[in-house]
């Protein structure tokens, strides 16, 4: 669709740097925003920060999708820093912002240990947050719950007992069925990319991705016509490995 406009919240960690060059490498947007709480030189060409602080910024930039994406830190350099992280709990605020600037379809990808969640919370809404932001009645609103693997970077800060909790809760690896293991920040952008393109398509609605479409990306599926079947409506293909556990 010509002249669509995406918007990025959290791009400073490896996964929303990955969705910010996906949502660029697909030429399906005019204008790619990133939300920035200082000045930058993008080191993406084509991708254009939104100042967070300018409360006119949003409606300026005029996106019509945004994705909000919640992720690790990442210390590699000081660039990271100038791009807005978002925490859990700014969701249903951050959403409310979103639609008030004119978006009509968001994307929220978020962490999540999915072997720990009831069934169906699996395909539907897991938090009050998460019902706050579909009641704000996007066009479209997705939410993308990837495998929780642990940021790695606040072991420090944990108490003892924090500690052997988060051992022992990383011990049910070995339960998690094979389709619903961690998956690659790089495949989850790609995938997060190819729904965002696809949005305009499909009929209007909330829907929340099953992890199986994950694990068949994973596996070298074309994301766009992956996005495109599940946004019909069509249920993962038996290819989708059963689910095991291993003792």
């Known amino acids: 669709m010509a002249g669509?406009?995406?918007l990025v919240l959290g791009g400073g960690g490896p996964l929303g740097s990955a969705v910010l060059e996906h949502l660029l490498a697909s030429h399906r947007f005019s204008r790619v925003g990133v939300l920035a709480q200082r000045s930058l030189q993008p080191a993406l060409r084509g991708l254009e920060p939104v100042?967070?602080?300018d409360p006119q910024a949003l409606a300026r930039f005029g996106a019509d999708t945004a994705l909000i994406?919640?992720?690790r830190e990442r210390r590699a350099n000081?660039?990271?820093a100038a791009f807005v992280r978002l925490q859990p709990a700014e969701l249903p605020a951050r959403a409310t912002q979103l639609r008030a600037a004119g978006v009509r379809a968001l994307l929220v990808v978020m962490p999540h240990a999915p072997?720990?969640?009831?069934?169906?919370?699996?395909?539907?809404l897991a938090t009050l947050d998460e019902g706050a932001v579909a009641a704000l009645d996007f066009e479209q609103l997705v939410f993308m719950r990837m495998s929780q693997t642990g940021s790695g970077d606040d072991g420090a800060l944990r108490s003892p007992a924090q500690r052997l909790a988060a051992w022992m809760l990383s011990q049910l690896?070995?339960?998690i069925p094979q389709r619903?293991?961690?998956?690659?920040?790089?495949?989850?952008?790609r995938l997060a990319a190819a729904i965002a393109v696809a949005l305009p398509?499909?009929?209007?609605?909330?829907?929340?991705l099953p992890h199986e479409w994950l694990w068949l990306a994973a596996q070298g599926q074309d994301a766009e016509s992956l996005a495109a079947r599940w946004l019909a409506g069509e249920a993962p293909p038996l290819s989708a490995p059963a689910a095991r556990q291993r003792w």
């Open 4 to 6: 669509r406009r995406a």
């Open 115 to 124: 072997a720990l969640l009831p069934q169906a919370l699996k395909a539907g």
């Open 51 to 53: 100042a967070d602080d």
């Open 69 to 71: 994406v919640f992720d």
């Open 201 to 208: 398509s499909a009929p209007r609605g909330t829907r929340v």
């Open 180 to 189: 619903e293991q961690p998956v690659r920040s790089a495949t989850v952008a």
């Open 173 to 175: 690896h070995w339960m």
């Open 78 to 80: 000081g660039r990271e």
